[in-house]
């Protein structure tokens, strides 16, 4: 016998008992279906969690102040970083990107009758958009002549736009934060609500020179941090290497003493939050994954049930030249046959099920959404383990199917 003599021998079998076989099947469609629904929202949450650092900027690590310490004694938190360590950053760190300041701020904006308090208010430099990787929409960015005089302009996100001018043109209006007038001279591009539900476009961005001088009145050269981009994720670890070398030489650390500064990868923390949201995803599947095994056990157990009652057909077969490699091959297709037909069923109605589910997600959520993800090789791996179960579950039956005496078959009622 061919393999596609086998094959419909197979179909044929099967067909006998339509009931029989779609109660096994439904066995290995929920098995495959849950793993399938564990596995594709598991990579959503993945999926959600990089997206969310893509948003936060192109390879970003930040700088923090840290605590000074003297004579060993820790002196609290001071702010130690300075616009010029961010300029030396940009100048003397090869792997770098780009840097800019940052000196936070906050307030309410006045244009008109309309007022609004934004969420986050920065003073910044040009390199800014460079390492959030954020477009602007309509008009231009504030430039270096601009931070270095302190002029009294601004980039507003949309949420603030729309709050304050609902349709008007705001390029070139004029806005007053703390009764000081700024002209607006852009409008960022929409980035959406991060994962936590925040508004990312509620922001003003200004010269920190700006900031510091205009809103702060100080003449101090400190900032609150230091955002850097890598020029690349492979070169995240040596651009935070040529930063700590470099901060520790500015600011004069002694060896053995703690920095007072802070430098945090968001691709570390991207990646540990990557590897907890794979290891729920895995024990998630894992647990589903039981009940594949229950479904090949139903398999087993339906195989055995078939070879006793066909025991008089396969002693037929045998009288009429058919060797035991035949039998066992012609079981092992049925057995295979039941639990592929089961693994792509299964498969469809798990990537319907994390479908319902992420979208009944996104439903009751107000921040970013999640997003569906059906995964190709999630489908290929669903074939191959069902048709893997049907191997092993089925081998058993076949071989005992294939050791039959022809006689005592014949002879069997």
């Not at 840290?66 to 609290?76: K, L, P, T």
């Not at 209006?173 to 509620?202: C, H, S, W, Y």
């Not at 920095?259 to 570390?268: A, I, L, R």
């Not at 383990?385 to 081998?395: K, Q, T």
Request: with cysteine; glycine share 10%.
């Amino acid at each position: 016998m061919n393999l596609l003599l086998t094959f419909r021998v197979a179909v044929r079998a099967l067909a006998k008992n339509k009931m029989r076989a779609g109660l096994t099947v439904l066995g290995v469609v929920i098995g495959i279906a849950a793993v399938t629904t564990m596995v594709s929202i598991g990579q959503s949450a993945s999926g959600l969690v990089q997206g969310q650092f893509e948003l936060l900027g192109t390879n970003v690590i930040l700088v923090f102040p840290g605590s000074q310490h003297r004579g060993g004694v820790q002196q609290g938190l001071s702010m130690t970083l300075t616009a010029e360590d961010s300029d030396a950053i940009n100048e003397e760190c090869p792997s770098v990107l780009a840097a800019s300041p940052l000196v936070g701020a906050g307030g309410q904006i006045i244009y008109g009758n309309s007022n609004w308090s934004p969420k986050e208010m920065h003073g910044v430099d040009p390199n800014y958009l460079t390492v959030r990787n954020w477009q602007l929409k309509h008009g231009g960015f504030f430039t270096d002549r601009d931070v270095s005089s302190a002029s009294k302009v601004c980039v507003l996100g949309r949420t603030v736009v729309k709050r304050l001018f609902q349709t008007a043109n705001p390029l070139g209006e004029t806005i007053r934060i703390r009764n000081i007038p700024f002209v607006v001279v852009g409008v960022l591009a929409e980035k959406g609500a991060n994962m936590v539900g925040d508004d990312q476009d509620d922001i003003v961005l200004l010269p920190f020179t700006t900031v510091r001088k205009r809103l702060y009145g100080s003449n101090f050269k400190d900032v609150h941090a230091i955002f850097v981009s890598a020029r690349s994720v492979k070169l995240m670890s040596a651009a935070e290497s040529e930063i700590n070398q470099l901060l520790y030489e500015r600011h004069r650390i002694p060896p053995g003493e703690p920095p007072d500064f802070n430098v945090q990868n968001t691709t570390e923390i991207a990646n540990v939050l990557g590897v907890i949201t794979g290891t729920l995803t895995m024990m998630l599947a894992s647990i589903a994954g039981i009940s594949l095994l229950v479904g090949g056990v139903g398999i087993m157990n339906i195989m055995l049930v078939s070879v006793t009652e066909r025991t008089r057909e396969i002693g037929i077969r045998m009288a009429v030249g058919a060797r035991g490699r035949d039998i066992l091959r012609q079981f092992l297709v049925e057995a295979v046959l039941l639990s592929c037909i089961g693994g792509v069923i299964g498969f469809g109605l798990g990537v319907s099920a994390s479908a319902g589910v992420t979208t009944l997600i996104n439903s009751f959520t107000s921040g970013t959404k999640w997003p569906i993800i059906v995964s190709f090789e999630a489908a290929v791996v669903a074939i191959l383990f069902s048709a893997s179960v049907g191997i092993f579950f089925g081998y058993y039956p076949a071989r005992q199917a294939s050791r039959l005496d022809p006689i005592d078959a014949l002879r069997y009622e």
